[in-house]
């Protein structure tokens, strides 16, 4: 057994430096997107209804494009996160995966063990998106018939026993209101000893488990001052278990050499997307038949809904469009111009203190080489413009 612990501690200076690449950017972070099948934002599925072809054809190009890491997206009827990550470790040599995972199905003492096999086959890119589960009806398809506040509370012990997996040196004990363990130990570790864990939810509970917990909180696209206003109230939560989180947000992005032909092309994805919702409704995004659009969507999903009725276009260039057109469903909050508008808009979200940005759009492949040859330049040049002057005062 010591020699099992012994190879547990090895030196992560000795294991590769991927890991350190990426844990070095740690003053920006450009999320993709990866699917299992074709289809993207304003399109139906397509394809095979598992397509590795697709799954390969959109990690090359948001690696080529310079992304950072890649969100594995799951719900209870996706194909397996965890063997989608696998794939990604061994077609890739640079992009990070966020796998998107739900506790309940797999123990956290397992979860911990395959995610540490993970980062370690990848030299250090490996995170992990824990999703509590905003939705009770979704849930309930594997089994979950807890509440949502019941949800957040297990999902924090759960990350607490992977964070227990990954560092103790040697087997302990757990006992906690949802979970009972002895004698746990692994004999793998992640590669730089830890591994990134990213968190959602905007309810207090949420915010106040995640600030103990998690490494990053995540939310969805909003105006500057509700999204300042949730960043703070994240570092506020984590600050009070005497810890710092970072803050991601997603957005999709629209955008055209000059700001006419981006508006256009967001008003062809919002009648794409209408006349697709009329014949679909709430069905396909998770509803019932008949069901008021404020009834499906629920939890966070109202946020997105009732901005959309503050008007079409807020802030400087925030599209609410596709949250009216998906009644809710999602994070669709759209960024819409020149990249140079946009970079401007997620500069000024950075100085509200969000760090990093999961970037969606309705061709993630093509539009991923555009985001990282046009969009990121950009922001980089703002950020260090902005550096630059804060030295010289």
């Known amino acids: 057994m010591e020699l099992l612990w012994l ?47 697709h799954i390969r054809r959109a990690a090359m190009s948001q690696e080529a494009a310079g992304y950072d890491r890649v969100l594995i997206a799951n719900t209870t009827i996706m194909p397996e996160s965890f063997a989608i990550g696998a794939y990604l470790s061994a077609i890739t040599t640079k992009l990070g995966f966020m796998l998107a995972h739900r506790p309940g199905p797999v123990m956290p003492t397992a979860a911990a063990r395959h995610l540490a096999t993970l980062d370690r086959l990848s030299e250090g890119r490996a995170a992990v998106h824990i999703i509590a589960g905003a939705d009770d009806r979704e849930v309930q398809a594997d089994g979950a018939f807890n509440t949502k506040e019941d949800r957040y509370r297990l999902a924090g012990e759960y990350v607490e026993v992977m ?25 793998i570790r992640p590669t730089l000893g830890s591994i990134p864990v990213y968190w959602g939810g905007t309810s207090d509970l949420a915010l106040d488990v995640g600030g103990r917990v998690a490494d990053v909180y995540a939310m969805g696209g909003d105006t500057f001052a509700r999204a300042g206003a949730l960043a703070s109230g994240a570092r506020a939560a984590a600050a009070r278990h005497g810890r710092e989180i970072k803050v991601l947000m997603t957005m999709v992005i629209l955008l055209g050499d000059n700001e006419d032909a981006a508006w256009a092309r967001a008003d ?33 999903f109202q946020r997105m809904l009732s901005q959309s009725k503050e008007g079409d276009r807020l802030d400087s260039c925030l599209w609410t469009g596709l949250n009216k057109a998906y009644k809710g469903r999602g994070n669709n909050s759209v960024l819409v111009g020149t990249p140079q508008q946009v ?49 010289a005062a």
Do not use: C
Not at 20 to 28: G, H, K, R, S, T
Not at 171 to 181: A, Q
Not at 343 to 372: C, K
């Open 268 to 300: 062809r994805l919002f009648d794409k997307v209408t006349a697709q919702m009329a014949s679909v409704g709430n069905v396909a995004m998770g509803g019932k038949p008949g069901e008021p659009e404020e009834k499906a969507a629920a939890g966070a």
């Open 343 to 391: 970079a401007d808009t997620l500069m000024e979200y950075r100085r509200l203190g969000v760090t990093r940005f999961l970037l969606r759009s309705p061709d993630q492949d093509r539009d991923a080489i555009i985001i990282g040859r046009e969009l990121v330049p950009e922001l980089k040049a703002l950020m260090a413009r902005e550096r630059s002057l804060q030295t």
């Open 163 to 187: 964070r227990k997996m990954w560092s103790a040196t040697e087997p302990f004990d757990y006992d906690g209101e949802f979970y009972k363990f002895r004698g746990s130990s692994a004999m």
């Open 7 to 53: 190879y547990a501690s090895v030196s992560a200076s000795k294991r590769g430096t991927k890991a350190m690449d990426i844990a070095a950017q740690d003053d920006l972070e450009i999320v993709g997107i990866i699917n299992h099948r074709g289809g993207g934002v304003g399109d139906a599925p397509s394809g095979p209804d598992f397509d590795p072809e």
